[in-house]
């Protein structure tokens, strides 16, 4: 696969006098199809990423290239913006005065194409998103999940190769948040979506192909999402309980030094379970 996002040192920094480094040189690689997360504490540089790789906003340094090409030579990122890439923000950002329906052909409405077909493209990606049914409905009258699937169907509605979603899950309950990655996570197996997504929820993360961690405005991990059984195992590693059976602190295990330990040794299974750990514990 070819690499269609790539960024060379790139750098924002805000503000005059005491300047803010939202990006501190960040270069990665996204190849085409790929669908990646973006995790890290609140201000380390996501959305500022989002929105450089997006074109909303020009780098103080450094270069964003989609398929090779430096933004900044892009003559309009407008049209770059509405030919390649679709947003998907935390808050849908769904006009509340228009329906469903017409809140996916507004992103229609300054391309070539005609009323009939803006409408019969809507009705498609609606139903795409399992919104068939609720076409006519004003946002107000839509649970959150299904607010930001109409906003996934609008991002979509210029057929574009990019999606770049910004905690879109933030505001959602467990539930609803893994039916709209699942959504996300089909539209990029099936229509070749390269798709970002910017998620506080591990459980989020794990439903893309790659995580990115950020700090300070640096990625400072980047690994692909194992097996599920291995992250399970991975996060059964990291927490207190994992700890203790890695340390083998047998004393300290609570209730389960019963089932795990024999006259003050971990018991075989147990000795098994803590060889698996140091396995894929990192
Ligand atoms: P994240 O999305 O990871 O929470 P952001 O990219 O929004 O982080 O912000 C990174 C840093 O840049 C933060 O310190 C933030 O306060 C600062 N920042 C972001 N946008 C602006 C802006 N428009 N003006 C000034 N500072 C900003
Ligand atoms: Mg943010």
């Given amino acids: 696969m070819s690499t269609m996002i790539e960024t060379r040192e790139l750098t924002k920094l805000y503000g005059d006098g005491e300047q ?138 210029n057929r574009p190769r990019l999606i770049l979603a910004d905690e879109p899950t933030g505001n959602l309950d467990t539930a609803a948040g893994e039916e709209l990655m699942n959504l996300l996570a089909d539209l990029n197996l099936s229509q070749r979506t390269t798709i970002i997504v910017v998620t506080h929820d591990r459980r989020v993360a794990r439903a893309t192909g790659r995580i990115l961690i950020m700090r300070d405005g640096r990625v400072t991990d980047d690994h692909a999402v194992a097996d599920p059984l291995i992250e399970d195992l991975r996060e059964l590693g990291r927490s207190q309980l994992g700890q203790r059976l890695l340390a083998g602190r047998i004393e300290e295990l609570g209730p389960l030094r019963q089932a795990l330990s024999r006259d003050g040794r971990f018991t075989p299974e147990a000795d098994y379970l803590v060889s698996v750990l140091r396995g894929v514990v990192d």
Avoid: C, W, Y
Wanted: charged share 20%; no cysteine; net charge positive.
């Fill in 20 to 157: 803010v480094r939202a990006l501190d040189g960040v270069n990665m690689a996204i190849r085409q199809g790929e669908m990646v997360a973006v995790m890290g504490p609140s201000g380390s540089g996501k959305s500022t990423l989002l929105n450089m790789v997006g074109g909303l906003d020009r780098p103080t340094s450094g270069q964003v290239l989609i398929d090779g090409q430096d933004l900044a030579t892009i003559r309009s990122l407008d049209a770059f913006r509405a030919q390649t890439v679709g947003f998907v923000f935390q808050l849908h950002n769904l006009l509340p005065t228009l329906t469903a329906l017409e809140n996916v052909e507004v992103p229609m409405r300054g391309q070539p194409i005609g009323r009939r077909a803006r409408r019969e493209r809507a009705r498609e990606l609606l139903t795409l998103v399992g919104l068939a049914d609720r076409m006519n409905h004003l946002p107000s009258q839509l649970s959150g999940g299904q607010r930001q699937r109409v906003a996934i169907a609008r991002a979509l509605a």
